[in-house]
C-alpha cells in the first residue's frame, strides 16, 4: 500500500519521499528517534507539501480531494496486487508502474444504471454498501455518482436477465432521468 501512495504522490506532482514505512518493535526507541529524526530533516529539506514541488495549491487540493474519494475504488481493483507478499525489494518497486498508476486515473470506471432496462428489483439498492442508489417499489433506479464508491457491488448483483448496471471506463455518466420519468408502469397495469 505504501508503495502505491507513493506512486500516487508522484502521479499529483508530489515527491515520493515525503511518505515513509518503517517496522521496528516498541522497545526500539533509539532505532525510532533516529529514524524520525532522519526523516524529518528529509521533508523539512522537501519544503512545505506542494509549494517544494512549485505546484498550485488549489490545483494540488482538488487533486488531493479527487483521489481521497477514489480509495475504495483503488482498493477494489488493485485488491490482487496489494494482496501480494513480495520479499525481493526489486520486485517490489516494480509492482506499480508509472503508466499503471496514469491509467488507473484516466480510466476510472463509473456505475450507470440504464433507465430502459431497470425492472425496479431493489437488489443493487439493498446491496450498495453507501447507500448510492435512490429507487423504490416500481421506480427506476437512479446511483448518485457523488456517494458512489464505484466498488462494482451494484453490477456484479443486477440478475444478468435485466443486465441493467452498465460499466463505464474513462467516459462521461449519462445525466440522471428526470424524477418525473422515473415510475415503471407495468405493461398489465397500462390498461
Ligand atoms: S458501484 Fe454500485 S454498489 Fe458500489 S457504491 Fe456505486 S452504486 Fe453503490
Ligand atoms: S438490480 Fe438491476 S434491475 Fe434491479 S433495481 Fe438494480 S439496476 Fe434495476
Sequence with gaps: MVLLCRKILAYLGLNPDRLKIEFMSAGEGILFAEIMNGFGNRVNKLGPLGQGEGLDLGELKSGLAEIIKLVPYIKVVKKEKLASRLYDLEEYDKLFTTEEIDSLFRDVVSYHIDPDKCQACMICLRKCPVEAIVGGKNRIHVIDQ??????????????????????????????PIPEEKRIIVKKNKEK
Design 146 to 175: 457523488d456517494k458512489c464508491i464505484k466498488c462494482g457491488t451494484c453490477f456484479e448483483a443486477c440478475p444478468p436477465r435485466f443486465g441493467s448496471v452498465q460499466k463505464i471506463s474513462g467516459g462521461p455518466v449519462p445525466p
